[in-house]
């Protein structure tokens, strides 16, 4: 863990494909009262800043309540941070409606695996051939206007 990171030092990845929705915020606002007491955001290293894989809508969340910092656990290896990202955020689909944590973007999900190799590759051993085929028939249907 870096422990607590200036929120201007952190940016969001299109690797997470979760998004906050006002009732998520409402709750975070409500739950979350301070930086400290917030679940740290997963961050790696790109193009020399800390990217948030997953959190960026706790990063959202931050911003608009006016935080400085926020907690943020580094994942280092890239192959590692994007497994993480993939498989976190599309198990949370199956839950979702359980899940208070925010809602998942079916459409940036497939936008992700359409423009990039890598996450196609680790996307398709976590979810499986068909399922990812499926994701990425849906981003050529989004993306074909």
Excluded: Q
């Amino acid at each position: 863990m870096l422990g607590l990171v200036p929120i201007e030092k952190l940016k969001p990845s299109d690797w997470d494909v979760r998004v906050l929705m006002e009732g998520d915020f409402e709750r975070l606002k409500n739950e979350v009262r301070t930086p400290e007491s917030a679940f740290p955001v997963v961050a790696r290293w790109a193009d020399g800043a800390l990217e948030v894989i997953s959190g960026v809508e706790m990063l959202d969340a931050a911003k608009r309540l006016g935080w400085k910092h926020l907690p943020v656990m580094l994942v280092e290896n890239e192959e590692e941070a994007l497994r993480f990202c993939l498989l976190y955020n599309p198990l949370s689909l199956r839950h979702n409606f359980a899940n208070p944590g925010g809602a998942i973007s079916y459409v940036k999900l497939a936008k992700l695996i359409a423009k990039d190799e890598k996450a196609r590759r680790v996307c398709a051993e976590l979810l499986g051939e068909k399922r990812t085929r499926d994701l990425l028939a849906a981003a050529e249907r989004l993306t074909s206007d």
